[in-house]
């Protein structure tokens, strides 16, 4: 585990969602991902499109203010957290979180540092990080799932 990927370049959000889609592509089981990255740095981007590659039809919203949105997958179940507004890791206590747990479930966490402890273990860590006018990404795997899906996307 811990297995890291090479750090790739993203000039704009196309390349963002290119990667997303890649990523999307090598999921094949639930899958929680933590979504790292400064504000702007396309955590959200990376989050709509690997959804929209994942097959959700409809409007892919940013979950800022509702904290959470769900989706629903031909496979799965796919839930997308935005915890930017969070102060305390209690606060997440009202929002039900429990069926975060589903092992089937698609789970991505932007902001997941405001969650420690609320949040299911995660499988894999995207960081997006600012690079001259565009971005860049790097990824680690935390659990066999993880290495499965960073596995796959090598290979792809």
């Not at 989706?71 to 796919?78: M, S, T």
Request: net charge negative.
């Amino acid at each position: 585990m811990s297995v890291a990927s090479p750090v790739v370049s993203l000039p704009d959000e196309d390349a963002t969602g290119a990667l997303a889609r890649r990523v999307a592509e090598a999921i094949d089981q639930g899958l929680v991902i933590y979504l790292h990255g400064d504000l702007g740095a396309g955590k959200t981007s990376f989050a709509r499109a690997l959804l929209k590659a994942l097959g959700v039809g409809e409007r892919v919203k940013s979950p800022t203010y509702s904290l959470v949105e769900s989706y629903r997958l031909p496979a799965r179940i796919a839930w997308h957290l935005d915890l930017y507004r969070i102060a305390d890791p209690g606060e997440l206590e009202w929002l039900g979180l429990d069926a975060l747990a589903d092992p089937a479930a698609l789970v991505l966490v932007e902001w997941p540092e405001r969650g420690t402890g609320a949040l299911p273990q995660v499988d894999l860590q995207v960081n997006l990080a600012y690079e001259g006018p565009g971005r860049q990404a790097s990824m680690q795997a935390m659990t066999p799932r993880g290495d499965d899906v960073l596995a796959r996307l090598v290979l792809a």
